[in-house]
């Protein structure tokens, strides 16, 4: 079975901000169950036109939000078992979406290198590399308040699918092209 990491940068002042201090391509990565990526999972902005109101989303690619996005998708085989696994806890996060929030402190806390847990709060890649190490898929060096977007490419099985403007992506699947 296959799941996708889903890496993206827009135009907005915030993703500029970040890119200028981490100097890589892309500064958010999303997790998404299907190469259609009709079902994603991140978290980030619940609101396009309010970067600071953040939490666990379901992304909608379609939204005019992302129409300049630069992306790159990455496939990664897990098994049937992981994927139900991923399934579940995507679920209950599905279910407990009010609980949590975006991470703020703790990505200033990762790029001071200092070491902070907290309950019912991710940033985008700590989400993403918790919920492939809660359900097998991927084992870490680093605990996953100290994974970036850039550490999850080292898991050895990504195979890259797709690097581009998102609009280009989605009209591909939507021709059968990937």
Known sequence: MEIFLVYSANNSLLSKAI????????????IALDKDLNNTYSFGRKKMSNPLIGGFVKEDFWDPFFSTSECAV??????????????????????????????????VALSLDYRLEREHAFFCSEFVATLLSDSGAATFE???????????????????????????????VQRSEI
């Open 19 to 30: 890119q200028c201090y981490t100097k890589e391509t892309y500064n958010h990565v999303s």
């Open 74 to 107: 990455y496939s990664l085989e897990v098994t049937e078992e992981q994927y139900e696994r991923i399934m579940s806890i995507l679920e209950y996060f599905n279910k407990n979406k009010a609980l949590y929030k975006y991470n703020f402190i703790g990505l």
């Open 142 to 172: 680093k605990e996953n308040h100290f994974i970036t977007p850039q550490d999850l490419l080292n898991l050895g099985t990504l195979e890259k699918v797709f690097e581009g403007k998102m609009i280009q992506y989605i009209g591909r």
